[in-house]
């Protein structure tokens, strides 16, 4: 999907929600355990009660590969599940891989060629050679780990150098020369608000993938504030705040409601930003 | 697996070799392909050519990651294969994972639960509570990137911080307070070679997982002339130069040999550095 096609959903639904799906096994509603495939199942419930709401999916790998190759059948299926019924969705594989060059390649091929994800979220430590595979598919994105927004985060990604510049300013500067923003895009964690200026002061025109807002503790309202680009720029993410919003039989609608709350929110916004958003 | 027991083993087989299974589908023996499962099939043949040679045994998930979940099926066949028949080796996931903790948690269970790994490659950006979930499981490791042996490492690893700190340095020393050296090893590229020196200012005490000998250029001489510690302290991992030493039917018995040289080098080395060591 180009940057373009992104920008063009996301004004005509009014949204830029994305749903993380980080689907466990132990906390969908009991009665799908019956199920033959009950991750699978529950996805899509969600899906089919989120999709006018939102314009990307996240399912994080990990959530996945806790339940073995029988979980990797569920995310695949997943993935051919909205591909194939919602063609508009922008696909995210949340794995934060990163590796040496012929490592990361068969990692761009599981993710790219194996699966049809749309984009990848990446780990910068190993550098260009480790990023780079992921930037040979057309139309396919590399999410690049700037400021997350869990506690260590704090650990190394703020560490100045001996002019000042700190770790997740180092990877902004020297990413943005590996690819532009038609292709790369940056997770920066939501429950550090007023450092989305920080950010865009390096990286004024990529999208942002923002995690953290609602269980996290981040403001969407913050976010919006200092991240919204010309471009809107932004992909909010939410996970366990749609997808556990009811353990009943009802699970479904109560995330689809969930979703139209953050979506009505958004809309809000994107009305003040853009009066030609409908 | 504890540190005493991974240190007798390279005692008493005189080698700290760690073969690397990085196995490619396209470059395993042709006529392998007829067996229903060829990554296992080439997979069970090198471990029974190179288990007397080595103390671990180091899958590369990115591998078996890019076949879907036939190659999940292939990596949790071999891993079970390994530990049912060698159970003195030491099994590494090396899958670079890291994430916030909730989905860390996730990360651990594949490997630690469903899978039964001795050690995981994590790598350091998200800090502390992204490394922490892989801790909690007794008498299991994480090996956390600190200097890599790509081209790359150079773009953050070696940033210096305002005292001349450098980020590999950081990790180094912040991991320490996480877990002690009978839990954490560091991933070390051998093409650094003098850069040993360096780290064992740092990490005196601990276990070093060295990649990068022979495909990557890496010297073992030098890897043990500035790595090797009183409790040997090394992990050598050699993969593409004993995995495809040969295309033919040889294929095994051409990788024992190539395993047989490594060792015999390392019988040298840890000679002159016990004399206890047979």
């Given at each position: 999907m180009t940057k373009q096609e992104l920008l063009a959903n996301i004004r005509s639904k009014n949204s830029f929600l994305c749903v993380g799906l980080d689907t466990d096994i132990n906390k969908i509603p009991a009665f799908l355990l019956d199920e033959q495939d009950p991750i699978l199942a529950f996805n899509k419930a969600i899906v089919d009660a989120t999709a006018d709401y939102c314009v990307a999916y996240k399912p994080n790998l990990a959530f996945y590969e806790s339940q073995g190759a029988k979980g990797i059948v569920s995310l695949e299926k997943t993935v051919e599940y909205i591909r194939t019924n919602y063609p508009d969705q922008f696909i995210i594989a949340d794995a934060k891989r990163g590796d040496i060059g012929n490592t990361s390649e068969m990692y761009a091929r599981a993710i790219f060629d194996y699966s049809d994800f749309d984009a990848v979220t990446v780990a910068p430590y190993m550098g260009e050679d480790s990023v780079k595979p992921f930037l040979i598919y057309p139309n396919k994105w590399v999410i690049l780990l700037a400021l997350t927004s869990n506690k260590g985060s704090s650990d190394f990604q703020l560490t100045e150098d001996k002019n000042g510049e700190r770790l997740f300013e180092k990877v902004l500067k020297t990413s943005q020369k590996w690819a532009s923003d038609q292709q790369m895009m940056y997770v920066v964690g939501a429950t550090q608000g007023s450092m989305f200026s920080e950010i865009r002061k390096h990286a004024p025109h990529h999208f942002l993938l923002v995690p953290g807002v609602g269980a996290q503790g981040g403001s969407l309202k913050e976010v919006v504030k200092y991240g919204m680009n010309e471009e809107c720029g932004l992909l909010v993410n939410s996970s366990r705040q749609i997808l556990y919003?009811?353990?009943?039989?009802?699970f479904a609608f109560a995330a689809q409601e969930e979703a139209i709350k953050i979506q009505e929110e958004m809309k809000m916004y994107l009305l003040e930003w853009n009066k030609t958003a409908k």
């Amino acid at each position: 999907m180009t940057k373009q096609e992104l920008l063009a959903n996301i004004r005509s639904k009014n949204s830029f929600l994305c749903v993380g799906l980080d689907t466990d096994i132990n906390k969908i509603p009991a009665f799908l355990l019956d199920e033959q495939d009950p991750i699978l199942a529950f996805n899509k419930a969600i899906v089919d009660a989120t999709a006018d709401y939102c314009v990307a999916y996240k399912p994080n790998l990990a959530f996945y590969e806790s339940q073995g190759a029988k979980g990797i059948v569920s995310l695949e299926k997943t993935v051919e599940y909205i591909r194939t019924n919602y063609p508009d969705q922008f696909i995210i594989a949340d794995a934060k891989r990163g590796d040496i060059g012929n490592t990361s390649e068969m990692y761009a091929r599981a993710i790219f060629d194996y699966s049809d994800f749309d984009a990848v979220t990446v780990a910068p430590y190993m550098g260009e050679d480790s990023v780079k595979p992921f930037l040979i598919y057309p139309n396919k994105w590399v999410i690049l780990l700037a400021l997350t927004s869990n506690k260590g985060s704090s650990d190394f990604q703020l560490t100045e150098d001996k002019n000042g510049e700190r770790l997740f300013e180092k990877v902004l500067k020297t990413s943005q020369k590996w690819a532009s923003d038609q292709q790369m895009m940056y997770v920066v964690g939501a429950t550090q608000g007023s450092m989305f200026s920080e950010i865009r002061k390096h990286a004024p025109h990529h999208f942002l993938l923002v995690p953290g807002v609602g269980a996290q503790g981040g403001s969407l309202k913050e976010v919006v504030k200092y991240g919204m680009n010309e471009e809107c720029g932004l992909l909010v993410n939410s996970s366990r705040q749609i997808l556990y919003a009811d353990a009943s039989k009802n699970f479904a609608f109560a995330a689809q409601e969930e979703a139209i709350k953050i979506q009505e929110e958004m809309k809000m916004y994107l009305l003040e930003w853009n009066k030609t958003a409908k």
